[in-house]
């Protein structure tokens, strides 16, 4: 049996996509020739613009090599244009004089570019941008020639312009519109990619209307609508492309814009097909690849015989191919009835627009991060209801996906991903120490990679982690976590259990609470020691060596072992004897380094542990006490003037925050615990981001909680107004000790607001029983607590083997 | 590493100077040296050098025969000085001995001059 004929005229790639589809559907049912007007084998023209740009040569972008065409048995004819279909001999005629018979004939031809109906047109040094010639034609214009003028300002007129300028060459774009790429850009991504060309040196004008190419024999001006007059030694043309339908046309097909196809991509001629963007389907031509591959599968099912499959259309998304550029672009914005969800990063660059209508995305444009664009658009394609997705679809794939499926998105998290930020650890590591250390549990984890070990931000990914590594094995701890993993007993239950037990030491609560491990660990037992003080004032005594050290000696360790020093500035009030005091401190210990901190008041840095007792008698000699700067308990009190000073002062805000700070210095909480009063709603002693923050108004004071500045930053909720100081002090001690009683420690005031709620704590507080006997326990609690630590420790009476050495010892020699 | 050295030793205190689940610092020629108890009066000696970023370990909360080190939280075995955990280091033992309730430390000075 003889075979079928095919005949493919276009050696471009659509018209090669399809034969290697074809090759796959049905090898060897063709005798297959192509005729190509360019004299290569097929390449892949969009990779022209990085040619252009010196990143890759020719020979990088070649698709099939004259050896594939021969190993497939295809008669390839390259540098020979079809110039005539002979429909009822079914033969085709080649420029070259060739004449070839065929069964099925594919046109796919093709494009040309648009040029514009202008004078000066047909100069030479005037171009497009469509294959390897025009491009030869660039960089050889380049190497003679300095200026050049790009007419059009989209995708092509874009990647020519970067190219040309990579090439040398000063270059001019001439856009119509106002905004470049304004198909696929809105104005925001138009605006920043343009700022980024002409930061690369190429100019823009918009809304430039070209009136005549100019020039003698060449290119050597082009002249606008307006006027002006810009130098050119060569003219790239990139206004568009137009379906090449010559071909068509003379053979009698049926042509529109483009070749008139039907969902077979059969043209009027039922053995006559094409694909590509020669094509018109349903009143639509293309200009990207995609719809091509589509259209390549379709026809080359219909050559082989599967009748049933069909072409429907495609919507494709852009990406800009200018190296240092992240740009992509899909479907529509700017249609009514649609609604947009915008995110900025001005320090970055980064502009992120998602067009939805119906909780379903129809257009998306992303400038400077690009890496989820591929999601949206496949979200845009299966027409998916975002809905579930909303709040966090700006943030991407991972923020996005982990609402609906939070273990696919980890799962699809390459091993290079990095989990904990502060330790620097990645998937890989994490997964391997699942799989390959037994790690069974977050806190193995941690202990064998560090992942979530500092600020735990990532727990839940590492819980998510070991979910998908261990599948059914991983046992998801359910309910409240454990303390720690000496126990298996949840902060609040060890609280509760405390208190109707009665036990009274932390070895009391470690045996009757069977917990795991003999002595603890440095995160249960400061917890322990802290419940124990608050449940059990005056009783329970203070276990030191089961405080951070910073606590157990009352200042902060630096970096190098040293310690920094901050006395309590009442309020942010200080006067000369107290200055002069601190300032005959630091000459007398050479203390390196004193500073004015984030908390009104002054810190002496770089103290010898040694030193500390004497420093502390110095300063106490002063009057001045501990600032508690270490410690979780009360730390400062901020103010501003007030109504003492300040001409919109409408209460005494400095003597309220000092009566604050009296009244509550010396308490220990489960976290630190920072208050501010401001005089006025400026508010200038930033009340509203602290623990319990007072701001008076005319009427008396609004009291605020739950604020926190940090690594999250919280804005208070408003408590309560009050009238009096009296009151502010009372809903103080009774806030404080609701706080005391019933946060788990090492939890500050705002996640404790968020865990239990405001409407809670303001229903405590505004039951005037309950608060009355919140604050007489925390004042009564103050009877223990409010005692100098550096008073106690400068008498030396009080832990003095902190401060001395145990020996010391001098070289053998010297002995 | 001092086997083949005759080993000296040098009292430095009595175990009760020392808190229970607590340190003390010995000033010694080659660098401080921290001597911990534990909770169960067992003592153990170690430089006082975190090996991660120099944090004094003798600051640290000490649990079962742990320390914890105050500056990035490294916790080390008291017995033999290795790093519980992640990116595995050692810390310096130096030889301790308790004899009739003294503390006495092994040869410290000659360890500690010969490394510095
Ligand atoms: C000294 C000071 C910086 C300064 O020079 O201004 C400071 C220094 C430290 N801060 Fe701070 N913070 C200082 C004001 C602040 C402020 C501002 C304020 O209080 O108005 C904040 C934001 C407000 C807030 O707390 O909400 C602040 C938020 C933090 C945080 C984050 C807390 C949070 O809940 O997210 C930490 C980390 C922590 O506590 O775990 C921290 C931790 C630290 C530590 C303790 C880090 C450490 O563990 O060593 C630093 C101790 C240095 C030292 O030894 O002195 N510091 N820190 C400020 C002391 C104020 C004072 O007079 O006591
Ligand atoms: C510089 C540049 C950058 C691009 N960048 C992108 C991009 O980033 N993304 C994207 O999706 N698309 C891009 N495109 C568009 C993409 O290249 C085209 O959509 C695709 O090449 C069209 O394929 P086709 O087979 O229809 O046409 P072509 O690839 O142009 O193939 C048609 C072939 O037919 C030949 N031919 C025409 N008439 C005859 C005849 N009578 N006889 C014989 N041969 C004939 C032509 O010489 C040509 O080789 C870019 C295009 C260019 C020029
Ligand atoms: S912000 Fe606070 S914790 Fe961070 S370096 Fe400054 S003082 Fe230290
Ligand atoms: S210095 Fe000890 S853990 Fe960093």
Known sequence: MTKERLVVIGNGMAGIRTVEELLLRAPGRYDITVFGAEPHPNYNRIMLSPVLAGEKSFEQIILN??????????????????????RTAKTVTSVGGKTVAYDKLLLAIGSDPVVLPIPGKELPGVIGFRDLSDVEAMVA??????????????????????????????????????????????????????????GRGIKIITKAQTEAILGDGKVQKVRLADGRELDADLVVMAVGIRPNTALGKLAGLEVNRGIVVDDRMVTSDPDILSVGECVEHRGQTYGL????????????????????????????????????????????????????????????????????????????????????????????KDAEDIAPLRDTLIFGQGAGAQAQDPFAAVAALPDTA????????????????????????????????????????????????????????????????????????????????IVIDKLKSIPAVMQALEWTTAEGCASCRPALNYYLMCAWPGEYKDDNQSRFINERVHANIQKDGTYSVVPRMWGGLTNASELRAIADVVERFQIPTVKVTGGQRIDLLGVKKEDLPAVWSDLNKAGMVSGHAYAKGLRTVKTCVGSEWCRFGTQASMSMGVKLEKMTWGTWTPHKFKMAVSGCPRNCAEATIKDFGVVAVDSGWELHVGGNGGLHVRATDLLMKVETEDEVLEVCGAFLQLYREEARYLERTAPWIERVGIDYVRARMEDVEVREALHQRFLYSQKFEQIDPWAERASGAVDNHEFAPLASLVPLAAE | MNAMLPQSWVAVGRVTDIPRRGARVVKAPGGDIAVFRTGADEVYALRDRCPHGNGPLSNGIVHDRKVTCPLHGMVFDLTDGHSIGPDACQARTIPVRVVAGVIELGNPLYTETASA
Not at chain 1, 65 to 86: C, P, Q, S, V
Not at chain 1, 355 to 362: A, F, G, Q, S, Y
Request: glycine share 14%; net charge negative; charged share 20%.
């Open chain 1, 141 to 198: 214009a380049a190497k003679t020639g300095t200026h050049a003028v790009v007419i059009g300002g989209g995708l092509l007129g874009l990647e020519a312009a970067n190219g040309l300028a990579l090439n040398g060459m000063e270059v001019t774009v001439l856009h119509l519109m106002g905004t470049i790429m304004e198909r696929q850009l809105d104005e925001a991504a138009g605006w920043l990619l343009q700022a980024e060309l002409e």
């Open chain 1, 289 to 380: 690849v995609a719809p091509l591959w589509d259209m390549a599968k379709v026809c080359a099912d219909h050559l082989a015989g599967a009748p049933e499959s069909a072409y429907t259309g495609t919507v494709s998304a852009t990406r800009l191919k200018v190296t240092g550029v992240e740009l992509y672009s899909a479907g529509t914005f700017g249609d009514a009835g649609t609604e947009d969800i915008v995110f900025r990063d001005g320090a970055r660059g980064v502009y992120k627009r998602i067009v939805l209508r119906d909780n379903r995305i129809v257009g998306t444009v992303l400038y400077g991060d690009t890496k989820d664009g591929p999601w949206y658009f496949q979200l845009l």
């Open chain 1, 418 to 497: 990095e989990i904990c930020g502060c330790n620097g650890v990645n998937k890989g590591t994490v997964v391997a120490a699942i799989r390959d250390k037994g790690c069974c549990s977050v806190e193995d984890v941690r202990t064998h990679t560090k992942a979530s070990a500092s600020c735990g931000g990532c727990t839940g990914l590492v819980e998510k982690l070991l979910a998908c590594t261990l599948g059914d094995g991983y046992q998801a701890q359910t309910g409240p976590k454990p303390m720690c993993k000496c126990t298996h007993l949840a902060h609040d239950d060890v609280r509760r259990l």
């Open chain 1, 65 to 86: 090599g004259r050896d594939w065409y021969e190993a497939n048995g295809i008669t390839l004819h390259t540098g020979d244009r079809i110039e005539g279909i002979d």
